[in-house]
């Protein structure tokens, strides 16, 4: 079974700056994808960014990017220029490629709580 | 192009009653999701489901049951509730099918049980 961690329970950024989320993940399996989403208080998920496990180049959404290290199963979220809005919990999501009973899910890190402070 | 709409938003009952939670995927959509968010446990998978059928189900008690429509929305129903089923409750809509590709899944905004 595949297993998500994120170490991090509580970081805090200062308004403007570059603050960096960490996530690990173990699986056997060599396709799959990863995702960050951003759960603000209003409680609705939101997808921020997805990485495709077969693409070694690293995924970007404007002020979001990812560093993926496949070897060192390792995933973690760069916000640059902090905004009030980036405050949220951050979840780090797992999910396999392959088709399959078991596979139809996303799998969770327990979640980071970013504060951005002005 | 309306979201995921879960209903009710909040919902309070009493040990021992029953509920049922609806969810209204993205035009499209078949796969229909749900996860159980807790303080404690955070984000664990309930069930999935695909053209009204179950694909995947979590390690649940049988008192969690879902079905899905020929329309794709989804019901989810917890039977005999205990206090540790206080929760938010969330689905999740994809366009993905048989073969997963790199869909994502877009979220409702959830139903908050609380049971007292």
């Known amino acids: 079974a595949q297993t998500v961690t994120q170490s991090q329970p509580e970081m805090s950024v200062q308004e403007a700056e570059t603050v960096t989320l960490s996530c690990t993940y173990d699986?056997?399996?060599?396709?799959?994808?990863l995702f960050w989403y951003k759960q603000p208080p209003s409680r609705q998920m939101i997808l921020v960014i997805r990485q495709e496990a077969y693409k070694q180049q690293n995924a970007t959404e404007n002020r979001f990017s990812v560093n993926f290290q496949k070897a060192a199963k390792s995933f973690s979220l760069k916000i640059s220029d902090s905004q009030l809005g980036d405050a949220a919990m951050y979840f780090c999501?797992?999910?396999?490629?392959?088709?399959?009973?078991?596979?139809?899910?996303?799998?969770f890190g327990k979640g980071t709580l970013l504060t951005v402070n002005p | 192009k309306a979201g995921v709409t879960q209903t009710p938003r909040y919902l309070i009952k009493t040990r021992g009653q029953q509920v049922t939670l609806s969810c209204s995927p993205i035009?499209?959509?078949?796969?229909v999701s749900w996860y159980q968010q807790t303080p404690g446990q955070g984000l664990q998978f309930l069930f999935e489901?695909?053209?009204?059928?179950?694909?995947n189900k979590g390690n649940f008690p049988g008192r969690f049951s879902g079905r899905q429509f020929s329309n794709s929305r989804s019901e989810m129903n917890v039977s005999t509730l205990e206090l540790g089923d206080s929760a938010l409750y969330l689905c999740a809509s994809s366009l993905a099918g048989n073969q997963q590709g790199s869909y994502g899944y877009t979220f409702g905004s959830g139903t908050r049980l609380t049971v007292v």
């Open positions: 999501a797992y999910r396999s490629e392959n088709s399959g009973g078991s596979n139809y899910k996303l799998t």
């Open positions: 489901y695909f053209s009204e059928t179950q694909r």
């Open positions: 035009s499209g959509h078949r796969s």
């Open positions: 699986t056997s399996e060599s396709d799959y994808y």
